[in-house]
């Protein structure tokens, strides 16, 4: 099991910035990627950035340039900065883990999300 616990979302205006913290707990040795997914008003949550363990990033080809993730395995914690923040970034922003179990089981786990809200 892993639990996860996002902050730092919140209300900024266009061209400004946030910092994104997800803290994990329980499990977290089996963690192989984690990352951050968004969900605007009535669309569907898609992936934002993700990092797996052996560092490597993928990145949404939206935000690719304006944000960026990084980890800290020793806090078990993971960031997501976003700069330059769009109107089109406002959404609640979910942080995830895809665990690998005993015997080759995969897990997704989800945080309860932090609302994104960048204004004009």
């Known amino acids: 099991q892993v639990q996860l616990v996002e902050s730092g979302g919140g209300l900024v205006q266009a061209g400004g910035s946030l910092r994104l913290a997800c803290a994990a707990s329980?499990?977290?040795?089996?963690?192989?990627?984690i990352g951050w997914y968004r969900q605007g008003p009535g669309k569907l949550r898609d992936l934002v950035a993700r990092?797996?363990?052996?560092?490597?990033?993928n990145y949404a080809d939206s935000v690719k340039g304006r944000f960026s993730i990084s980890r800290d395995n020793a806090k078990n914690m993971v960031y997501l900065q976003m700069n330059s923040l769009k109107i089109e970034d406002t959404a609640v922003y979910y942080c995830?883990?895809?665990?690998?179990?005993?015997?080759?089981?995969?897990?997704?786990?989800w945080g309860q999300g932090t609302q994104v809200t960048v204004s004009s």
């Open positions: 995830n883990a895809v665990v690998v179990g005993t015997a080759g089981l995969v897990s997704n786990y």
């Open positions: 329980g499990s977290t040795a089996s963690i192989k990627i």
């Open positions: 990092i797996n363990s052996g560092g490597t990033t």
